[in-house]
């Protein structure tokens, strides 16, 4: 059983940063294949796709977060990252990482997410 483990969150103003990780226990070769993406979910509200980083490095952003946030792998970790800029307090959510294979489906197991909260 593939796990996710995401850490990093915490209390921070708005106008702050924050630099989120996940690691995935899964061989580097099949990390290396993966897509990875970084949800998150406020509370009383659906899951949403923050950001994407491809098996070939190429990104993609929500428009929410877009110029804020910057998302980076490094295979040999087995590791996502999520650099977080000029937070809002909109961004307060848990932040989740998940895998896919060939534009498919998300399809690992939900890992326990990190919490970002952004308040004054």
């Known amino acids: 059983q593939v796990q996710v483990v995401e850490s990093g969150g915490g209390l921070v103003h708005p106008g702050g940063s924050l630099s989120l990780s996940c690691v995935v226990s899964?061989?580097?070769?099949?990390?290396?294949?993966?897509?990875m993406g970084w949800f998150r979910q406020a509370p009383g509200k659906e899951r949403e796709l923050v950001a994407t980083?491809?098996?070939?490095?190429?990104?993609d952003y929500a428009d929410s977060v877009k110029g804020r946030f910057t998302i980076s792998r490094v295979n040999t970790e087995r590791t996502v990252y999520l650099q977080m800029g000029s937070l809002k307090p909109e961004d307060t959510a848990a932040y989740y990482c998940?895998?896919?294979?060939?534009?498919?489906?998300?399809?690992?197991?939900w890992g326990q997410g990190t919490q970002v909260t952004v308040s004054a």
């Open positions: 980083i491809g098996s070939g490095w190429l990104t």
């Open positions: 899964m061989s580097e070769t099949t990390f290396m294949w993966n897509d």
């Open positions: 998940n895998a896919r294979l060939g534009g498919g489906s998300w399809y690992l197991n």
